[in-house]
Every structure is written in C-alpha cells, then in structure tokens.
C-alpha cells in the first residue's frame, strides 16, 4: 500500500490559529461574516477584482453567476466536453442546454475555434476551464465572445496562480470562479469563490446568494439559493491565502521536479507552460504519446502495481451517463478531448509530497514505459 497521497492540503501554525480566533469570537454582531468579509476583500483585490462573493463550493459560484446573468430555459451555454462536472451542473439546474465543445490537444482547454464552431442563436454563455492549471488563447476567445456577443465565465477552480500575459487566472471574462475544495492549492475544505467587476452584476449575485431577501431585512422578494458561506470556513481560506505564494510555489515545484524526472522519455506532454504563461500547476497532467500505446485504463492499472497512485484525466462529460444520448455526436463533434482523455491520467499532487515521492512515482513511470 502506498503511502503517497493524490492530493491534500498544506495546514500549519497560522492556519490553526487564525481558525481558533473564529471559532472562539466569531459569531455575535459584526465578527459573525468578519473572515468572510477580509477573505473577498483580499482575494478580489490580490486578481485585480472589484467584487468578491464566498459560496460554499465552487460549482455553487458557476451557478449562481448563470443565474446572476439570466441564463433560463431555451438558452444554450458552451462548454469543454473535458472537464470536472461541476464547471457545468448549474447550466443543467438553470433548465439550459450544454453544448459541449472541443479542446485544444496541447493546453487541453476550449479555443477560438471549437467555441465558434459550438455558437448557436440561441448561444448565451461560455464556460472557459483553466484546465489543471493551463490557459487557453485568451486573446482569441475574447475576440470572439466579444464579436458574437456572448459572455465569458471564467472557470479558474483549478488555475490559482496561473497567469496568461501577465494578467492572473481570474482575471478574464464577466466573472470568474474558484475553488477551495480539500484538494485545491487553497483549501477551505470545502468552498468557492466567484469574482466580479460589475457592480449591478455582483448586486444581483449577492441578493441571489442568500433567499433572495432585501440586504438587512428578513423581507424576501424572492425564491433563490441559501449559497452562504460561515466564518470558520472562511478564516481557514484567509489564513491559507496569507500563504498563497508559498503554496503555488511548491505546486509549481512539484510539476516542475516531474518534468525533470520524465524528461529523458520521449512522447510525454505534462501540463504547457508556453511564452506568456504562468502555470499554478494544481494538479500535474500526463498524456501518453501514441508511440507508447499507453492508454488512460493501462496506466491505471500498470502503476497501481508498481504503487504509484493516479488517476484518470477527466472523462469526456458527453460520454457520461450523467448525459445520456450525448456520446455519439461528442465523439464527432470533439475528437480531441475523446483522444486526449483516453491517454491521460493525473499524477499525485499533494502539498506534502517529498523528492523522495516524485522519485517513486517517476521512476514507476520509467518502469511502466520501459526507459
């Protein structure tokens, strides 16, 4: 049994004591929200934001900012056909359709393109994923989102710490999303973060956010979501987000000590980091080369043996039985992310991996493709 982690946060002094303050002063008059509060403050401002609102997961903030922008029946919103299906459950809970677009084979992530090819009249949404810390063309999907009118979410759960031209993951589109899952760079164990700069907007998305009642008041004027977050939660996040360079560092380090450990075997993309990019580097992404004939389900079971855990790349969500009916015009329509997830799977990323794990892990991979 292996004693290495797929993935696990980093805890240490500050965030116990930070926590300890919450959970002894924080729940009478204004210390109720305090670190909900200082937690928006300093993240919106750390990207560059206006507007921050805390949920309590990140598939919570996608939806609730679908909602904020109006999204309804009969509406369309795109996609990545690869991706975590919590980038595209609120588009379902909002009685819209999902169209699923193709992914690009380096950076795995939607481009220009294949979001042209998906718009329709009825096309309201883009759904951009920083795919494992990858950034897609920003310049060319804004261009077109712009052209054609549509809007752009940022889905930036897995990107904290990446930055495309020199402007940070969570910077890009109408508004952007993070997530504090217990795997995450940042951690609230669970937990998410929707980023704003427009103000009628984040208006909107706050009233949404809490029963639809008038600020102050216990007055509702709608039925909407209970989509708060508490306090403990969030002084967990502003003490890890005091850490954040220090925690991208170490994700960039593991990332990073893989490249360096796979470089003498050919055929291997782990995740770009192109002229321009910054990768954070969540989670590091290995695809097989077709000369290895290495696919996702053989590596699975080939490195289990040798202890070395992994996990698949995210399955194509139209081949999912989540969406019935969808597999056959994905594997025509998105040839790329059907390829590219049959022959990759995720490698450890916990923040408490040693030289010692990335040399086990390496060296199983080695072993596996016989270099």
């Given at each position: 049994m292996?004693?290495?982690?797929?993935?696990?946060?980093?805890?240490?002094?500050?965030?116990e004591?930070?926590?300890?303050?919450?959970?002894?002063?924080?729940?009478?008059?204004?210390?109720?929200?305090?670190?909900?509060?200082?937690?928006e403050?300093v993240?919106?401002?750390?990207?560059?934001?206006?507007?921050?609102?805390?949920?309590?997961?990140?598939?919570?903030?996608?939806?609730?900012?679908?909602?904020?922008?109006?999204?309804?029946?009969?509406?369309?919103?795109?996609?990545?056909?690869?991706?975590?299906?919590?980038?595209?459950?609120?588009?379902?809970?909002?009685?819209?359709?999902?169209?699923?677009?193709?992914?690009?084979?380096?950076?795995?992530?939607?481009?220009?393109k294949?979001?042209?090819?998906?718009?329709?009249?009825?096309?309201?949404?883009?759904?951009?994923?920083?795919?494992?810390?990858?950034?897609?063309?920003?310049?060319?999907?804004?261009?077109?989102?712009?052209?054609?009118?549509?809007?752009?979410?940022?889905?930036?759960?897995?990107?904290?710490?990446?930055?495309?031209?020199?402007?940070?993951?969570?910077g890009?589109?109408?508004?952007?999303?993070?997530?504090?899952?217990?795997?995450?760079?940042?951690?609230?164990?669970?937990?998410?973060?929707?980023?704003?700069d427009?103000?009628?907007?984040?208006?909107?998305?706050?009233?949404?956010?809490?029963?639809?009642?008038?600020?102050?008041?216990?007055?509702?004027?709608?039925?909407?979501?209970?989509?708060?977050?508490?306090?403990?939660q969030?002084?967990?996040?502003?003490?890890?987000?005091?850490?954040i360079?220090?925690?991208?560092?170490?994700?960039?380090?593991?990332?990073?000590?893989?490249?360096?450990?796979?470089?003498?075997?050919?055929?291997?993309?782990?995740?770009?980091?192109?002229?321009?990019?910054?990768?954070?580097?969540?989670?590091?992404?290995?695809?097989?080369?077709?000369?290895?004939?290495?696919?996702?389900?053989?590596?699975l079971?080939?490195?289990?043996?040798?202890?070395?855990?992994?996990?698949?790349?995210?399955?194509?969500?139209?081949?999912?039985?989540?969406?019935?009916?969808?597999?056959?015009?994905?594997?025509?329509?998105?040839?790329?992310?059907?390829?590219?997830?049959?022959?990759?799977?995720?490698?450890?990323?916990?923040?408490?991996?040693?030289?010692?794990?990335l040399?086990?892990?390496?060296?199983?991979?080695?072993?596996?493709?016989?270099?």
């Amino acid at each position: 049994m292996s004693n290495i982690h797929m993935a696990g946060p980093s805890i240490t002094k500050v965030e116990e004591e930070i926590v300890l303050d919450a959970l002894r002063n924080g729940w009478y008059g204004k210390s109720a929200y305090q670190y909900v509060e200082l937690f928006e403050k300093v993240f919106a401002e750390y990207h560059g934001r206006k507007f921050a609102l805390m949920t309590p997961n990140c598939t919570t903030a996608i939806h609730l900012l679908l909602a904020g922008l109006g999204v309804e029946e009969g509406d369309e919103v795109i996609a990545p056909d690869c991706t975590w299906i919590g980038s595209v459950a609120g588009i379902t809970y909002q009685r819209a359709k999902t169209v699923f677009a193709d992914i690009d084979p380096e950076h795995w992530c939607l481009t220009p393109k294949s979001i042209e090819n998906a718009i329709t009249p009825n096309t309201k949404v883009v759904i951009v994923v920083n795919l494992y810390g990858n950034m897609p063309d920003w310049d060319g999907i804004n261009e077109v989102c712009n052209r054609r009118g549509i809007a752009i979410i940022e889905d930036a759960a897995e990107a904290l710490g990446s930055s495309y031209k020199g402007v940070l993951a969570g910077g890009f589109g109408v508004g952007s999303v993070f997530s504090f899952h217990r795997t995450k760079t940042i951690t609230t164990g669970e937990g998410g973060m929707l980023l704003l700069d427009d103000e009628a907007l984040f208006s909107r998305c706050k009233f949404l956010r809490d029963h639809g009642r008038e600020p102050g008041t216990y007055f509702n004027t709608e039925v909407t979501f209970k989509y708060m977050p508490f306090n403990i939660q969030a002084a967990l996040g502003y003490a890890q987000f005091l850490r954040i360079e220090e925690l991208v560092s170490k994700k960039r380090s593991i990332l990073n000590g893989f490249k360096k450990r796979l470089s003498g075997i050919p055929d291997l993309l782990l995740n770009p980091e192109p002229d321009g990019i910054v990768n954070g580097a969540w989670a590091p992404a290995l695809v097989f080369g077709r000369s290895h004939g290495m696919t996702t389900a053989k590596a699975l079971i080939e490195l289990s043996k040798l202890g070395v855990p992994s996990r698949p790349f995210f399955y194509p969500l139209s081949s999912l039985p989540a969406f019935p009916g969808r597999m056959t015009e994905g594997r025509q329509r998105n040839p790329v992310a059907y390829d590219v997830a049959g022959r990759g799977i995720n490698l450890p990323c916990a923040l408490n991996l040693t030289g010692m794990d990335l040399d086990k892990i390496s060296n199983g991979i080695h072993r596996m493709l016989g270099y």
